[in-house]
């Protein structure tokens, strides 16, 4: 069975600063993975997500995410923070064959003017 | 194009009451999810459509059922709501039903059971 974990449930940066979220995931076999971002009282959408070939994936915002087989991590990472990022984030596997996707526990973010 | 549209945004019932939760795309995608999502519990599958005419359980059925109504819609019965259903209730939709296949997701229905 694939599981999720995001490390941290709340992560604090400063304006301008680098943004990490971690997630480390489980699965038999090779995965795709997901970033999806929660705005206040809204529904999820998809940041970036990795399929196959290259591991560094860019996405919507300027944010980007780099899959790791051998950490089993595809952690989420923006070089300089903004307001506009204050947001709860998820990570999401759904392993190759396997029509379901597993969501993580999520992460909020919060920036620090 | 208004995507994923839930309706309604606001519920609060008292306990033994039934209501459906209402969910329509205009992506003519072929599956249909819905969620509930819980603090710190991340989002869990209650039910999902993976064409018209077919439902199937997810992870937290109990004390729900869904009707596929047609390729647009998908709504979600509570017929005898318990507190324990307080939760905000997200319908999604995606092309297919694994792989690479994205979902998009609605605004969510914030429901309250008294």
């Known amino acids: 069975a694939q599981s999720v974990t995001q490390l941290g449930s709340h992560v604090s940066v400063s304006e301008g600063a680098l943004v990490l979220l971690r997630c480390n995931y489980s699965?038999?076999?090779?995965?795709?993975l997901f970033w999806y971002v929660q705005y206040p009282n809204q529904g999820l959408q998809l940041l970036l997500k990795y399929t196959t070939g290259a591991t560094l994936v860019k996405g919507i915002n300027g944010f980007e995410a780099e899959f790791k087989k051998s950490e089993t991590s595809f952690h989420l990472t923006k070089p300089s923070a903004h307001m506009s990022d204050a947001a709860e984030y998820f990570c999401?596997?759904?392993?190759?064959?396997?029509?379901?996707?597993?969501f993580g526990t999520g992460t909020r973010l919060t920036i620090i003017p | 194009n208004a995507g994923v549209t839930q309706t309604p945004k606001f519920q609060v019932l008292k306990t033994g009451q039934s209501m459906t939760l209402q969910c329509a795309q205009d992506?003519?995608?072929?599956?249909m999810y819905w969620y509930r999502q819980d603090p710190g519990m991340g989002l869990r599958l209650i039910y999902y459509s993976a064409s018209e005419g077919t439902t199937d359980k997810g992870e937290v059925p109990n004390g729900y059922n869904v009707s596929r109504l047609n390729k647009r819609e998908f709504s979600l019965r509570l017929e005898s709501a318990a507190p324990s259903q307080t939760s905000v209730y997200f319908c999604a939709s995606s092309e297919g039903l694994g792989g690479t296949d994205t979902q998009y997701f609605g605004p969510g229905t914030r429901l309250t059971v008294l």
């Open positions: 992506m003519n995608h072929n599956s």
């Open positions: 999401a596997v759904r392993p190759f064959g396997n029509e379901k996707l597993t």
């Open positions: 699965s038999s076999v090779p995965p795709y």
